[in-house]
Nanobody, 122 residues
Framework: QVQLVESGGGLVQPGGSLRLSCAAS????????IGWFRQAPGKEREGVLC????????YYADSVKGRFTISRDNAKNTVYLQMSSLKPEDTAVYYC???????????????WGQGTQVTVSS
């Protein structure tokens, strides 16, 4: 069964950090690009970052440049989203998704996780 599972979300104060994990099962991440998306209440799903199968990173949200990074550990079949200097406007449900390439739009992605809530608040 193909599955992506996000973890690591939670409540954090402004300026804090979180690391989200996206663990795959039922398939090998090595040959897939993994994108992170987020969706805040009342807003459309937004592309944040993507890492290609060759470890090239692409930022889709200018607001996270310099604060978020993406990495992958193929041995663990897991991709990470390291978030630092978090702001209240980063509050959203964060999703990871797998595709054959990196795309800013969510539609080409084949597999999705269930999402993990990130809340930035004092």
């Amino acid at each position: 069964q193909v599955q992506l599972v996000e973890s690591g979300g939670g409540l954090v104060q402004p300026g804090g950090s979180l690391r989200l994990s996206c663990a795959a099962s039922g398939f090998t991440l090595d040959y897939y690009a993994i994108g992170w998306f987020r969706q805040a209440p009342g807003k459309e799903r937004e592309g944040v970052l993507c890492i290609s199968s060759s470890d090239s990173s692409t930022y889709y949200a200018d607001s996270v440049k310099g604060r978020f990074t993406i990495s992958r550990d193929n041995a663990k079949n897991t991709v990470y989203l390291q978030m630092s200097s978090l702001k209240p406007e980063d509050t959203a449900v964060y999703y990871c998704a797998a595709s054959r390439g990196c795309y800013s739009n969510y539609k080409p992605y084949d597999y999705w996780g269930q999402g993990t809530q990130v809340t930035v608040s004092s």
